[in-house]
């Protein structure tokens, strides 16, 4: 039975897209948004997939409108929780309801340059490579255990615009990537922290430039 999903989104959704292009053993049931004007629910919408929206403008409260995010999340009951470019913090409660299945990318080699402008940071720091990471989504921001990476390097003159682009095409390659080897229980993270992968993804991975989390 294939992996149902749901990913949350804040903007342009060009994850979102890399997403819905790559189901192979997980499918997109509803992309989720806090934002009304996210583009990617445009994209979304033109794809035939379920939308929910919840703006802060339309709740009392911040805690009203995340209730309705995590409430409807709960309805759909999905395997895995995809965030892709979701621009609010997640409250602890509900992350441990969902403990190890909740997915981030985040455009650094991290634990290297958590939080905003990672591009900035990498290449002010004089690093030689930058990339992406997709890891599990603890309370703390993107500190999670690291799953997998696409890395690149930083090249002379580099701007941070010209990196980033870089960078997002590997994230494009590495998020559908990741999810498929986890809906497809090739990748298996256990609950004792240890990261089991196939021999065939292994290949895999050495063949497409990831590197498998240790
Ligand atoms: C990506 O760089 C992602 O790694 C980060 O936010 C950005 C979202 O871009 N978390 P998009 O909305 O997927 O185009």
């Known amino acids: 039975m294939s992996c149902?999903?749901?990913?949350?989104?804040?903007?342009?959704?060009s994850n979102l897209k890399a997403l819905l292009a790559n189901q192979r053993h997980f499918s997109v049931e509803?992309?989720?948004?806090?934002?009304?004007?996210?583009?990617?629910?445009?994209?979304?919408?033109?794809q035939g997939i379920p939308t929910f929206t919840a703006p802060r403008d339309a709740f009392n409260s911040v805690r009203e409108q995340k209730s309705a995010l995590?409430?409807?999340?709960?309805?759909?009951?999905?395997?895995?929780?995809?965030?892709?470019?979701?621009?609010?913090?997640i409250d602890?409660?509900?992350?441990?309801?969902?403990?190890?299945?909740?997915?981030?990318?985040?455009?650094?080699?991290?634990?290297?340059?958590?939080?905003?402008?990672?591009?900035?940071?990498?290449?002010e720091s004089g690093a030689q490579d930058h990339g992406c990471t997709v890891h599990l989504v603890t309370p703390e921001v993107d500190s999670g255990p690291l799953l997998a990476q696409m890395?690149?390097?930083i090249r002379q003159e580099e701007t941070?615009?010209?990196?980033?682009?870089?960078v997002l095409e590997l994230e494009h390659q590495l998020y559908p990537w990741?999810?498929?080897?986890?809906?497809?229980?090739?990748?298996i993270y256990h609950a004792d922290g240890r990261l089991e992968s196939s021999d065939a993804l292994k290949k895999e991975a050495t063949e497409r430039k990831i590197t498998i989390a240790p």
């Open 160 to 166: 941070e615009d010209s990196l980033a682009s870089r």
């Open 4 to 13: 149902r999903t749901v990913v949350f989104i804040s903007g342009r959704g």
């Open 92 to 123: 602890a409660d509900f992350i441990h309801q969902y403990e190890n299945r909740i997915l981030n990318i985040h455009p650094s080699l991290l634990p290297a340059f958590p939080g905003l402008e990672p591009h900035r940071k990498a290449i």
């Open 30 to 46: 509803c992309v989720l948004s806090n934002r009304e004007d996210a583009a990617g629910l445009m994209f979304a919408d033109a």
């Open 151 to 153: 890395s690149c390097e």
């Open 70 to 89: 995590y409430k409807k999340t709960e309805e759909l009951q999905p395997d895995l929780i995809l965030l892709a470019g979701y621009m609010q913090i």
């Open 178 to 187: 990741v999810v498929n080897a986890i809906a497809g229980k090739e990748l």
